[in-house]
């Protein structure tokens, strides 16, 4: 049985990882930017390790900019890790790739608010 602050966290993750898609599928880079801390470190096997919200917005920017869109996740499992975070794993489908994502760890803002602080996936074409 989930507490009301587990429930919480995993409302404010699905919430969060929702406007990332709907920002990856609507071409906003900024969006998709916007749903990861300042500081946040994403590896996106097998492009490379992309740091802070600049480097990790003109990651997701080259893939729009080259066509993919259409991004949905397969079968998501959240993971509470503790008061202010869980982890998100799951396979996931896009027009022109698919792979799957090792670990999102989605940790709670000031404001509320879940943001990715860590972000390791991979692809495949």
Not at 55 to 63: D, N, R, T, Y
Not at 96 to 123: C, N, P, S, T
């Amino acid at each position: 049985m989930l507490t009301n602050q587990e429930e919480s966290v995993l409302e404010a993750v699905k919430r969060a990882s929702d406007a990332w898609k709907t920002a990856f599928n609507s071409g906003d880079a900024a969006g998709c930017a916007d749903q990861y801390e300042t500081n946040a470190t994403m590896r996106a096997e097998p492009f490379g390790t992309f740091t802070g919200t600049a480097e990790i917005q003109a990651f997701w920017q080259k893939l729009i900019d080259e066509g993919f869109k259409d991004v949905d996740y397969l079968d998501p499992q959240l993971e509470i890790v503790d008061a202010t975070s869980a982890i998100l794993k799951s396979d996931w489908k896009m027009n022109k790739a698919a792979g799957v994502i090792q670990k999102e760890l989605w940790v709670i803002q000031a404001d509320g608010r879940a943001k990715l602080r860590e972000d390791h996936f991979e692809a495949k074409a």
